[in-house]
Each structure stands twice: as C-alpha cells, then as structure tokens.
C-alpha cells in the first residue's frame, strides 16, 4: 500500500498552476469512479442534409436581416445581422454615480465567417485543403479588422454544438473586433510580457522572443514536445504544430494548440507552409475529438495571438517590436464533454465560488485522445453500425440497450431509415 508521503498524482488531489491566467485548478483523480445521475445531454444531432432551404447560413437562402448569401462555393464572410458590437461612434460614457460604478463604452464591429457551403459538414469532414481557405479568411479579416481606427483587438471563435450555445449547426465561426482588449486576452498578454521581462532562470534551447527575450509559450511547448509520449500531455505534433492537453487544463479534454518551431506572434506572421501544417493539426485534432465519444464532438474554439497587426511608428521600431509582438499565437480548444457523448462537465459550486476543478488527469486525458484514430468514425463504420452506435448513446442506461427486448425495436428503427 502506498504510503501517504508518496505523492502520486494520479491518485492524490493536487493543485495544478495556470501562468497563463496566474490561477490553479484543483485535480482530484480519485473521483473519476463516482457514480453519475446527473443531467445528460442529447447527441449531437448528425443526420443533416447537404442543403436546408431554412438555414440562414446555406447558399442562396436569405438571412434574418434580409440579406441573400448568394450561390457561394467556399468560405463567405458578412456582418452578423444581430452584433454585440455596434460601430463607431458612440455616445460618451454617463457620469459614475459612484466611483464603484464605472462604465466604459465599447464599440466595434462582429462578423461571421461560413466555412463550407455544405450545410452537414464540420471541421472534421473537412479535408485538410478546405480548411486551408478558412485559415486565409482569418489572416485576411484580422488584417483587415484590425487596421481600423478604433480596433484594438480581434477575437477569432468557434463555438460547435448546441451545448455550446451555438444557434445554427452549419460550419461556421465569428470574429468580434472591439475598441479595448478583452480582460482574458489583456491577463494573458501581461503575463507574457512579464515572464518575458525576467531573467531567465535557467538555460533553454526554446525559441525566443522579441529582443532575444524568453518567450512563456515557446519554452512551455518547447518543454512539452521533449516529455516522453507515455508520461506527456502532447496528442498530435507534426513539422509546425502541437495539440496538448496543458497542465493546467480545465475542461476534461481541453486542447492549446500553438507552433512550436519558431516564435509567431499572429496569423499575419505564418509561412505557406505554416499554413498548410496548420490545416493538417486542425483536421486531425477535431477528428481526434469527434472519434472519442463517436460523436459531433462539442466545443468553443478562440485564437489568441497580438491583438491587432502591428502599427510601424517612426523612431519608435525596436520598442514597438518587444512591446506588440510579445504574444504567441495559440488556440484554446474548451470542449465540455466528460464521460460520454452525453454526459458534460458544469462549471458550479466551488469551481464557481473558489477555484477550477477536474477529476480525470491531463496526462489522462491526452493518452485517451492519442488513442483515437485520425480517420473519422464515420468513414470507418457501416451505415447499421452508425445507428445502433446513436441509440446506444442516447439511452440513459445503456444496458438496457443490450437486453432482448429491445433489439427488435433497434433493428426496427434501422429498416425504417432505409
């Protein structure tokens, strides 16, 4: 038996530090046996069609504003038509009645990006060379975004699945530009900048950053990608990229995805051939995410990198260069589900009054996604298979699937779709 002074941390709660956020999260692994019967959620529904006449989103079909989309054949971008931004100008801020009640006015501009014409298709059906254009679309708009006057940063996200909050199944994502930096991104900047500022503690051969200074994100990946495979957190790794569960995870298979090689401040700065390895992770990783529960897999995705493209100034190159470019892109992937396809995790009680907590561990969570396939399931799996695979899941207890009495009414069910 093991002794109480032998910390193990599959076994022991512990804490686990965010230099990200400056925050920990509480892991207790010991809990990942306890019984659930708690809410569960639906499947993600799979069974769309290719076109659907009252989408808001498919070619041709007219959306809420009155707008058409027209017969686009790849990725379209327009103005959402129900903005949590409004744009430039706006009316000055009230007097604070009390110096605890402050108000800042924000302003800016929320678009919507459509990723495929297809309305049945996600990321993961994608191939790697349609995803491609969606990576161009993001370095054009958050050009283009953020070159406005007024823009101080730009917010790239996805949110999947209705879980998730998101209002149309069709592939697509957003990109809000606002007038001040969000307070996520800003702690993370801070951050950055500060770790950056310090001396370095101890030799590293990571990439550096801006002024021959460290970087946090590069000597973290750096660090990762030499862990061994068994006892490490990294899911996919190719030329360019790597997909991890960090340390410091929330969700149950949270993923940040950064490059590794070099130091890459934004989507501006990618090569080529950053953009085609980009394409590939991507890919993979949502196929990784969709094969573990044999589902459309939940999640928000966002980009953060340097919130708007760098602004030259003259005689000013080299503190404008260590200042704007002390972020590293990356990409936060925070998917909620827990143990099944319906069964989520909920941020409540302590975790909303005290600190985060998980039970399955990182290292837990990273071998289970290395485990599953980069070939989608349904790619690998019989049309009957698929069905009873659905059904299984959307049972409550799926035992009772198994029992007698309900294999006619599976086999039923299957015969009537054909």
Avoid at 55 to 72: E, F, I, K, M, V
Avoid at 179 to 198: C, F
Avoid at 299 to 308: E, L, W
Avoid at 369 to 376: A, E, F, P
Wanted: net charge negative; hydrophobic share 35%; charged share 20%.
């Amino acid at each position: 038996m093991m002794s109480s002074s032998e910390f193990d941390p599959t076994t022991h709660p512990h804490r686990r530090y965010n230099p990200l956020t400056d925050e920990y999260v509480l892991v207790s692994p010991h809990r990942t046996k306890r019984p659930w019967l708690g809410q569960t959620e639906a499947p993600q529904t799979e069974n769309l069609p290719e076109y659907d006449p009252k989408c808001y989103l498919c070619p041709g079909n007219s959306r809420t504003g009155g707008d058409n989309n027209g017969p686009y054949d790849g990725t379209l971008v327009f103005p959402n038509d129900f903005p949590a931004l409004l744009a430039p100008p706006g009316p000055p801020a009230p007097q604070a009645p009390h110096p605890l009640l402050q108000t800042q006015p924000v302003e800016g501009k929320c678009d919507v990006l459509i990723f495929h014409p297809r309305h049945d298709l996600t990321l993961a059906r994608l191939k790697s060379s349609e995803i491609v254009p969606i990576i161009k679309e993001w370095q054009a708009i958050y050009q283009r975004r953020g070159t406005e006057d007024g823009i101080k940063y730009v917010q790239i996200f996805e949110n999947k699945g209705a879980m998730m909050g998101c209002s149309n199944p069709h592939p697509h994502g957003q990109v809000w530009s606002v007038s001040e930096v969000p307070g996520i991104p800003a702690k993370e900047m801070a951050l950055m900048r500060q770790y950056a500022l310090q001396p370095q503690q101890s030799p590293s051969y990571a990439p550096r950053g801006p002024g021959d200074r460290p970087c946090m994100l590069c000597e973290y990946a750096h660090f990762e990608v030499g862990v061994p495979e068994s006892e490490g957190r990294v899911v996919l790794k190719n030329d360019h990229w790597v997909a991890l569960v960090p340390w410091w995870a929330i969700w149950p298979f949270e993923i940040l995805l950064l490059p590794y090689r070099r130091h890459i401040p934004s989507l501006a700065e990618l090569t080529e051939e950053e953009v085609q390895t980009f394409a590939l992770i991507l890919s993979s990783l949502t196929i990784k995410y969709d094969n573990l529960f044999k589902t459309s897999f939940a999640y928000s995705m966002g980009i953060h990198q340097r919130p708007v493209p760098i602004k030259t100034q003259q005689g000013s190159e080299e503190s404008l260069e260590v200042e704007e470019n002390i972020a590293h892109l990356h990409l936060h992937f925070t998917p909620p589900l827990l143990r099944s396809a319906t069964v989520r995790k909920f941020l409540v009680g302590f975790e909303l009054m005290a600190e985060p907590q998980r039970d399955l561990t990182p290292e837990q969570a990273a071998q289970r996604l290395r485990d599953c396939s980069t070939t989608h399931y349904n790619e690998m799996t019989t049309p009957l298979i698929r069905l009873l695979s659905n059904l299984v899941q959307s049972q409550t207890d799926c035992k009772m699937v198994l029992k007698g009495f309900q294999l006619p009414r599976i086999l039923s069910l299957y015969l009537s779709r054909w």
